[in-house]
């Protein structure tokens, strides 16, 4: 069964970090183009970054991250990970990553989400 | 940035039809996809490429995309459809992808 798992949130403090971690499993995930969207409480979702499949370097990141967020891969271990820096309170919200449905621009297999809270 | 514009709720009676609207500059040239998010699930696609439907989702469920307004349309509606459906698109001017701000479907 394809299957994608994150880890990695909680509660922080503005001003500080999280690393996000993404494992997949039950399909190739180096052949998979890999993305970060996220839901703030009772909102809609929000694209955040994308990374390409293989050792591609393209790497797209939403406006309202950039600078503060970084997207990376490690394919020998399965996983996508998201760096966010300096967070905001307007950065809590359920974590999501998505495999991009090779061939088209949508979001196919989902995770769960892991939750981030930035809160004093 | 590129803008999507979605009713923030839609009600019918069961066995009608729902209309969803998703609105944008020129969208009918981008292609559109649309999720279903029931509460404390994770979104699932379905409607991708303006009016393909993955396997597993109903003719019951359709969509178009002409001008500035893309559709999704479900027919003969009952309980079960009742959730948030979100359009999507990838805008290739700035390779970002866009959500529409949701529209929460109910089912009176």
């Known amino acids: 069964e394809e299957q994608l798992v994150e880890s990695g949130g909680g509660l922080v403090q503005p001003g500080g970090s999280l690393r996000l971690s993404c494992v997949a499993s039950g399909l190739t995930f180096s052949d998979q183009e890999m993305n970060w969207v996220r839901q703030a409480p009772g909102k809609g979702l929000e694209w955040i970054s994308y990374?390409?499949?293989?050792?591609?370097?393209?790497?797209y990141v939403a406006d309202s991250v950039k600078g503060r967020f970084n997207i990376s891969r490690d394919n020998a271990q399965n996983s996508v990970f998201l760096q966010m820096n300096d967070l905001r309170v307007e950065d809590t919200a359920l974590y999501y990553c998505?495999?991009?449905?090779?061939?088209?621009?949508?979001?196919?297999?989902w995770g769960q989400g892991t939750l981030v809270t930035v809160s004093s | 940035s590129y803008v999507l514009t979605q009713p923030p709720s839609v009600s019918v009676a069961p066995g009608q039809t729902a209309r969803i609207t998703c609105g944008g500059v020129n969208i009918g040239t981008k292609s559109v996809h649309w999720y279903q998010q029931r509460p404390g699930q994770a979104p699932a696609v379905v409607v991708f490429?303006?009016?393909d439907r993955p396997s597993g989702i109903p003719e019951r469920v359709s969509g178009s995309n002409s001008g500035n307004t893309a559709t999704l349309t479900i027919s003969g509606v009952d309980a079960g459809d009742e959730a948030a459906y979100y359009c999507?698109?990838?805008?290739?001017?700035?390779?970002?992808?866009?959500f529409g701000g949701g529209t929460k479907l109910t089912v009176l």
């Open positions: 998505a495999t991009l449905r090779e061939g088209y621009h949508f979001f196919d297999l």
């Open positions: 990374i390409g499949s293989f050792s591609r370097t393209t790497i």
């Open positions: 490429d303006d009016s």
């Open positions: 999507l698109v990838w805008d290739t001017t700035t390779d970002h992808w866009v």
